[in-house]
């Protein structure tokens, strides 16, 4: 496999400066000093790994245009938004030495397509996607990581480009070009709205950072 070096004092200074933001974009805590990082491109996820002073692709496991990533919470399981496959929610189990192996893959809720942003909760028992239209799944997540069916639906009718992020409160927080909303989320209830605000301007770390040709989203996690 050809490796692709990039340098880690840049990505661990880009990851300190957009520490506050790093559950909102898929980045869970940087506490160990050699991370891995997975990178989505469009035919597959790269796991990156520390090599002298840059990085290198360890592994790389194939997909279908991942747009966007994120970890379970015990960081065992690594889900991602695949925009061209007909059951567009995939998870993968993280094995020793960052594998990836597919365990399973969702649908979205009726008549949407295209993910582009999902979040998992801090317990790791919800997930939800965010799709092209406004339209927003939310998951149930097994003890295991698996996903199940779509066990409700929320439609922004703004049809904004939304992004997801599950705060320390348990609330879902939908944050588009003008507003804000958080809500409380359950298999039982679906979306109940908490609050509606302005949107914040949000910090965010480009994938093209890592050096890697069409990077869509990065993750990472201590290792």
Not at 10 to 26: D, I, Q, V
Not at 105 to 132: K, N, T
Not at 150 to 179: C, I, N, P, W
Request: proline residues 4%; aromatic residues 6%; contains cysteine.
């Amino acid at each position: 496999m050809t490796h692709t070096h990039i340098s880690r004092r840049s990505f661990l200074a880009t990851a300190a400066g957009t520490a506050a933001a790093a559950s909102l974009y898929g980045f869970s805590t940087l506490a160990h000093a050699e991370p891995l990082v997975f990178v989505a491109v469009d035919q597959g996820i790269h796991t990156m790994e520390p090599a002298g002073s840059g990085w290198r692709s360890r592994a790389f496991a194939r997909a279908d245009t991942p747009q966007a990533l994120a970890l379970g919470a015990d960081a065992k399981v690594l889900y991602a938004a695949e925009q061209r496959a007909v059951r567009p929610v995939t998870a993968y189990r993280v094995l020793s030495g960052g594998q990836l192996r597919k365990v399973g893959s969702s649908p979205l809720a009726l008549s949407s397509g295209r993910p582009y942003s999902i979040a998992v909760s801090a317990d790791g028992r919800l997930l939800a996607a965010a799709s092209e239209g406004g339209v927003v799944s939310l998951f149930v997540v097994s003890t295991d990581g698996q996903l199940g069916p779509v066990v409700a639906a929320y439609k922004d009718l703004s049809g904004d480009d939304l992004h997801l992020q599950f705060g320390a409160d348990g609330l879902l927080r939908m944050t588009g070009r003008e507003l804000s909303r958080a809500f409380h989320v359950s298999a039982d209830n679906g979306f109940v709205l908490a609050s509606t605000g302005s949107a914040a301007t949000v910090a965010r770390t480009s994938p093209a950072s890592f050096g890697i040709a069409n990077a869509r989203a990065v993750v990472c996690h201590g290792v």
